[in-house]
């Protein structure tokens, strides 16, 4: 088994970034986090990728619907100003 992602949403997570931080975790790991924008629609269906991996069991990145406006329960200043979407 392996893990997959659509090669469309690949090729939008290449650099230019719009942030990047780097670090070094507890045990001396240097790690190194960039993000960026990018707006995709999504049909319904659509295979955005597969999980299956021996060592990864997960596929996680972040998504908002800016059509319709932020839950209550959520503010807006937990993210940061480069995470942070954009509900205007």
Excluded: H
Excluded at 16 to 40: A, H, I, L
Excluded at 46 to 56: C, F, H, K, M, R
Aim: glycine share 6%; charged share 25%.
């Amino acid at each position: 088994m392996r893990t997959l992602v659509n090669p469309e949403l690949v090729a939008l997570a290449a650099a230019p970034f719009d942030n990047c931080t780097e670090f070094t975790t507890e045990n001396g790991e240097y790690q190194k986090y960039c993000s960026r924008k990018v707006s995709v629609d999504v049909q319904e269906g659509e295979i955005l990728g597969e999980v299956g991996a021996p060592l990864s069991t997960t596929f996680e990145f972040g998504a908002y619907d800016t059509w319709v406006p932020p839950l209550k329960c959520i503010n807006p200043r937990g993210f940061s100003e480069s995470e942070r979407p954009s509900w205007d």
